[in-house]
């Protein structure tokens, strides 16, 4: 039996690469559960130092969230705001851009 002949797949390994202790699909299963991996900025990864704090910290956030929406009346209506501001415009008036063009105008 001849060797098996080299394909394009196999010019891309190393020599360097040594595979002798490896086992195929060691870790196949964990992969189709699926995975969340996250990265966190330098200034929140100084507050969470492991994964265990980050989910604490985490459910408790989806609890009081959960529970707020749930204490919400079930009928209740969201009522939009009005489109009319809710204070009365100020009394100086401001110079609009047809006071700056007739300026300009005259020289």
Same mark, same amino acid.
Do not use: C, I, W
């Given at each position: 039996m001849s060797p #098996?002949? *080299?394909t394009e797949a196999d010019d891309d390994m190393l020599s360097e690469y040594d595979f002798t202790g490896a086992v195929r699909g060691k870790y196949y299963e964990r992969y189709r559960e699926g995975t969340n991996v996250? @990265?966190?900025d330098p200034d929140v990864a100084e507050v969470f #130092? &492991?994964?265990a704090t980050?989910? &604490?910290? @985490?459910r408790l956030l989806v609890s009081v969230a959960r529970a707020k929406v749930t204490? /919400?009346?079930? +009928?209740a209506v969201r009522r939009e705001r009005p489109n009319k501001p809710m204070q009365p415009p100020?009394? +100086? *008036? #401001?110079r609009g851009g #047809? /006071?700056?063009a007739a300026n300009a105008a005259r020289g």
């Amino acid at each position: 039996m001849s060797p #098996r002949p *080299k394909t394009e797949a196999d010019d891309d390994m190393l020599s360097e690469y040594d595979f002798t202790g490896a086992v195929r699909g060691k870790y196949y299963e964990r992969y189709r559960e699926g995975t969340n991996v996250v @990265l966190l900025d330098p200034d929140v990864a100084e507050v969470f #130092r &492991d994964a265990a704090t980050v989910n &604490d910290a @985490l459910r408790l956030l989806v609890s009081v969230a959960r529970a707020k929406v749930t204490r /919400q009346p079930a +009928g209740a209506v969201r009522r939009e705001r009005p489109n009319k501001p809710m204070q009365p415009p100020s009394r +100086g *008036k #401001r110079r609009g851009g #047809r /006071q700056r063009a007739a300026n300009a105008a005259r020289g």
